[in-house]
């Protein structure tokens, strides 16, 4: 659970929110650039977001590309007083919210690919202070619709040099933590093959928190983007966009009735189409 620390967060905050605006900036670089060597011309748009009670943000969403069908990488800085019912699910968590004073910061990532070799993938990393307490908490967990093994391998190496670059037993935690996490109990089955995933991280060493949640960050491109380039060539059929589209049924299903991150953006009063980004374009049921 989150350690209390000292209230002197004044110039933390800040960094840690251009530090999320970075690596914004670098994967929407890297995305546009990766639809660009595919021959398509589509670009991100780009809305600002508004929390009412303070704060906002800015959604990036690519549709309908030659890479990404649908892609959003969403920053946000939001501050204020949560409300009862965004209390209560913190509460839940075993997170004393005292008065509901709050800020927080972070960058959430959901692509859904074109092509249905090309692995779907999230990522978020953030920060969340209360008056004498802060933590960071993210990951990234690969989400195939067709799996291939080496691509898996791939993804966790990266996951796995990130974590061991700071503490032995990071990657065996959190890659347990995204498979409990990223499980749909209505289902019996995960939502794709795992990755990473930590939440509540406040060891007492703030700089060290910190320094992990952006290696995770730098990390995720490595681990994703040479799987799209590898996948991308390969031909597809109508059987494999349709095993693609009832995948990502399970992808809505869970963001929709399990993700921590949807119920608190929705109940904290954040721009719901932000925070419904994560949503596949097209997806089926059977």
């Given at each position: 659970?989150?350690?209390?620390?000292?209230?002197?967060?004044?110039?933390?905050?800040?960094?840690?929110?251009?530090?999320f605006r970075h690596l914004r900036d670098d994967i929407v670089a890297a995305f546009e650039g990766l639809e660009h060597t595919a021959g398509s011309s589509v670009?991100?748009?780009?809305?600002?977001?508004?929390?009412?009670?303070?704060?906002?943000?800015?959604?990036?969403?690519?549709?309908?590309?030659?890479?990404?069908?649908?892609?959003?990488?969403?920053?946000?800085?939001?501050?204020?007083?949560?409300?009862?019912?965004?209390?209560?699910?913190m509460t839940a968590h075993g997170i004393v919210m005292g008065d509901g004073t709050f800020w927080a910061s972070g960058i959430s990532l959901v692509a859904h690919m074109a092509n249905p070799h090309c692995p779907a993938v999230h990522m978020n990393t953030r920060m969340f202070w209360t008056p004498g307490a802060s933590w960071f908490?993210?990951?990234?967990?690969l989400n195939p619709c067709i799996e291939y093994p080496a691509d898996t391998a791939h993804f966790h190496s990266q996951m796995r040099m990130a974590c061991d670059a700071h503490a032995p037993d990071y990657y065996q935690r959190f890659?347990?933590?995204?498979?409990?996490?990223?499980?749909?109990?209505?289902?019996?089955?995960?939502?794709?093959?795992?990755?990473?995933?930590?939440?509540?991280?406040?060891?007492?060493d703030w700089e060290a928190d910190f320094a992990f949640t952006q290696d995770v960050g730098c990390a995720f491109l490595p681990a994703f983007a040479p799987l799209v380039q590898r996948r991308l060539p390969t031909a597809w059929t109508d059987?494999?966009?349709?095993?693609?589209?009832?995948?990502?049924?399970?992808?809505?299903?869970?963001?929709?009735?399990?993700?921590?991150?949807?119920?608190?953006?929705?109940?904290?009063?954040?721009?719901p189409a932000a925070v419904l980004m994560s949503l596949p374009p097209v997806a089926k049921w059977t």
């Open positions: 659970m989150p350690e209390a620390l000292a209230d002197a967060f004044d110039d933390r905050k800040p960094r840690a929110a251009a530090w670009r991100f748009d780009v809305t600002p977001t508004n929390r009412a009670d303070g704060g906002g943000g800015l959604m990036s969403v690519l549709r309908g590309g030659a890479v990404f069908e649908k892609v959003g990488v969403n920053l946000s800085e939001v501050h204020g007083t949560l409300g009862d019912k965004a209390r209560a699910a908490g993210g990951g990234a967990d890659k347990a933590w995204a498979d409990s996490y990223f499980f749909i109990p209505h289902r019996g089955r995960a939502r794709g093959v795992g990755g990473i995933f930590y939440d509540d991280l406040a060891t007492g059987a494999d966009r349709e095993t693609q589209l009832i995948h990502r049924g399970l992808y809505a299903e869970y963001n929709l009735v399990y993700d921590r991150g949807t119920k608190f953006g929705l109940e904290s009063g954040h721009d």
